[in-house]
C-alpha cells in the first residue's frame, strides 16, 4: 500500500480553527463487496430466497485506488463547550483485477463517497460530555436496492456520551449508540440502538 496525505491548518480566530486535507492510497490487496450469479440466494438469518441471481460477497479485488479530500471546522464556543463540523468526500474503484467478478472502475460498494459529521462536546471538572451525528450516502451498488440485506443504506445516525468523575480516580460512563434506532443495512442490517454503562479506575 502507498499512501499520500496533505494537510492544511489554518487558524481563523483564537477560538476557531479551519483545516483541509487530500489523500491519495493505492491498495494492493483491496477487499470489496462482488456480485455472483447463483440459483437461490442464501441470506443469514432469513433463509434461501428464491429467484435471486446475484449473490454479494466479499472478494479480494487486488488493486485499487482511494482518493478524495476532507474539510473540517472546529469552534470553542465557550469555556465548557466545543463543536466540529467536517465533510468527507472519497473516490475508491478497482483499477486492476484477476477476478472475473470485478468492475473495473467502479466505486467499490462499501466506500460510501460522501460522509459528514456534526457534533459538540462538553468539558468541566466533574463532567464530560458529548453528541455526534454523521450522515453516510449510499455506494449506489448497481442492481441492489437499499434496505435489504447486501445493499449499504444512506443513514443519518446520533450519537451520544456522558461521563461522570468522582474522583481524580474513577469514571462512569454512559453511551448511546444510534440513539433514534434507525433501521438500515450495511450489508447485513445494521445494529439498533445499543446503550453501554462503563467504570473506569485509573491507579
Not at 27 to 38: C, G, P, Q, R, S
Not at 84 to 89: A, H, S
Not at 96 to 122: H, T, W
Not at 174 to 202: G, M, V
Amino acid at each position: 500500500m502507498q499512501a499520500n496525505n496533505l494537510n492544511l491548518d489554518y487558524r481563523l480566530d483564537s477560538k476557531t480553527l479551519f483545516n483541509v486535507s487530500y489523500f491519495y492510497t493505492q491498495l494492493e490487496d483491496a477487499i470489496t463487496t462482488m456480485k455472483y450469479a447463483v440459483t437461490d440466494g442464501y441470506v443469514p438469518n432469513i433463509g434461501t430466497i428464491p429467484g435471486i441471481t446475484t449473490e454479494s460477497r466479499q472478494s479480494n479485488a487486488d488493486k485499487a485506488v482511494m482518493k478524495g479530500f476532507e474539510i473540517g471546522l472546529n469552534k470553542q464556543l465557550s469555556k465548557n463547550w466545543t463543536s466540529f463540523i467536517n465533510y468527507t468526500y472519497t473516490d475508491a474503484r478497482i483499477t486492476e483485477s484477476k477476478n472475473p467478478a470485478a468492475v473495473i472502475g467502479r466505486q467499490m460498494d462499501d466506500i460510501p463517497k460522501c460522509m459528514l459529521n456534526v457534533g459538540f462536546d462538553y468539558k468541566s471538572q466533574k463532567w464530560l460530555g458529548s453528541i455526534s451525528g454523521r450522515r453516510i450516502s449510499d455506494t449506489k451498488e448497481d442492481g441492489v436496492k437499499t434496505g435489504q440485506y447486501g445493499s449499504y443504506d444512506p443513514v443519518f445516525l446520533v450519537d451520544m456520551k456522558i461521563s461522570y468523575l468522582p474522583d481524580k480516580h474513577s469514571t462512569v460512563s454512559l453511551s448511546i449508540d444510534n440513539l433514534f434506532n434507525r433501521r438500515y443495512w450495511s450489508y447485513y442490517l445494521a445494529p439498533t440502538r445499543s446503550a453501554f454503562l462503563e467504570y473506569s479506575y485509573k491507579f
